[in-house]
């Protein structure tokens, strides 16, 4: 998308926290290695157009810009920043229609998303104490 969000910005600040976790504690490096192919997709909606696409394959997440997916999940740039902060609730937003599931076995891959929300929150959390 041309210039860099707010929500680029936040996702690129936990993707290199996340990286320098991963890449320093052996347990998180197994785990994720052992995970390697349980791929979801995050795509969220811009406001002005356009999408930001993640790839969340077990527990580390990265940019995306293929097509191919086990499960998508799709959402609006406030969806997710209500979700990333805690203010809304993942199975609500379903609810409501603000989040919108597909692909193989969705189902299943909506209580990794679930977790995945609150690892986001957790390393937030971390860059707050860091600054």
């Known amino acids: 998308m041309g210039d860099e969000t707010y929500i680029d910005r936040v996702l690129d600040r936990l993707i290199t926290l996340q990286d320098k976790i991963i890449d320093s504690d052996p347990f998180y490096k197994r785990t994720t290695i052992e995970g390697e192919g349980r791929v979801g997709i995050l795509e969220i909606l811009g406001t002005e157009g356009g999408a930001y696409k993640y790839i969340c394959e077990n527990s580390r997440i990265k940019r995306y810009e293929g097509e191919g997916f086990l499960t998508r999940?799709?959402?609006?740039?406030?969806?997710?920043?209500?979700?990333?902060?805690?203010?809304?609730?993942?199975?609500?937003?379903?609810?409501?229609?603000?989040?919108?599931?597909?692909?193989?076995?969705?189902?299943?891959?909506?209580?990794?998303?679930?977790?995945?929300?609150?690892?986001?929150?957790?390393?937030?959390g971390l860059i707050g104490r860091v600054k």
């Open 73 to 124: 999940i799709t959402m609006s740039e406030d969806t997710f920043l209500d979700l990333f902060s805690g203010e809304a609730d993942l199975d609500d937003e379903y609810a409501r229609g603000h989040v919108k599931f597909g692909g193989k076995d969705w189902t299943l891959h909506a209580e990794n998303f679930k977790s995945g929300f609150r690892h986001m929150r957790y390393l937030w």
